[in-house]
């Protein structure tokens, strides 16, 4: 069984730019969730993805989109960057079912985003 | 989505039980309540979920009134490797989650 894998793991950006980061989930699952989680904090739940369409969405702002491709890959977009996005970026897979289930979301290592 | 209140920090010594109680007064009838465990650096852990009583694996047991209003994960007989942030969450679970994390508890278990 595959995890949950993440690229790439530290990457440093300078403000105004823009980052991609990637996912691809573990093997069987069909939904993918983001969340951004500065330091010493939870993480912040950014949107979710289910069968390619944007399932839910936490309070960020439009400039963080995201994808989710035919094979349950996903991407995070982040538009414009601030130094505040500087976090750590997980990606959690699970399978959904539309019936309340163990529900366990299976989380990546996260990829480290430094803005300067 | 419901609340949740937990301590911040806690400690504790190798080999002692370690109880983490949880509050979510405004629980909804349909919300599951889970907890996740994270080391530094690394994504959150699945350890546990309820519903209401009692549930227990390997790794925990959880602890469920019947007003469901707060929850306690046990952890048996801690080792130095169970020191992590635990997260309380309470939210409907399924593929639909979109389960919000607190500050979590830090637990540090000393030798």
């Known amino acids: 069984e595959t995890g949950v894998t993440q690229s790439p793991t530290h990457l440093i950006k300078t403000r105004g730019q823009q980052v991609t980061l990637r996912c691809s989930s573990q093997?069987?699952?069909?939904?993918v969730s983001w969340y951004q989680q500065a330091l010493g904090q939870g993480p912040q739940f950014i949107f979710q993805y289910y069968r390619e369409e944007e399932n839910g969405r936490g309070n960020f702002p439009p400039r963080f989109s995201g994808l989710q491709f035919p094979n349950y890959s996903s991407e995070l977009n982040v538009n414009a960057l601030e130094l505040d996005d500087s976090a750590l970026y997980l990606c959690?897979?699970?399978?959904?079912?539309?019936?309340?289930?163990?529900?366990?979301?299976?989380f990546g290592e996260g990829s480290r985003l430094t803005v300067l | 989505l419901a609340k949740t209140t937990q301590p911040i920090s806690m400690d504790s010594y190798e080999g002692q039980e370690v109880n983490i109680t949880c509050s979510h007064n405004n629980i909804a009838t349909n919300d599951y309540i889970t907890w996740y465990q994270q080391f530094p650096s690394q994504g959150p852990r699945f350890i546990i979920q309820?519903?209401?009583t009692k549930v227990t694996n390997e790794v925990a047991s959880l602890f469920i009134p019947a007003d469901r209003k707060s929850s306690t994960l046990s952890l048996p007989r801690v080792s130095l490797s169970d020191t992590a942030v635990y997260y309380c969450l309470v939210g409907l679970s399924g593929g639909y989650n979109k389960l919000i994390f607190g500050a979590g508890t830090r637990l540090a278990v000393h030798p």
């Open positions: 093997s069987g699952h069909n939904t």
């Open positions: 309820g519903y209401k």
């Open positions: 959690a897979s699970s399978l959904a079912s539309g019936l309340p289930n163990t529900g366990e979301l299976f």
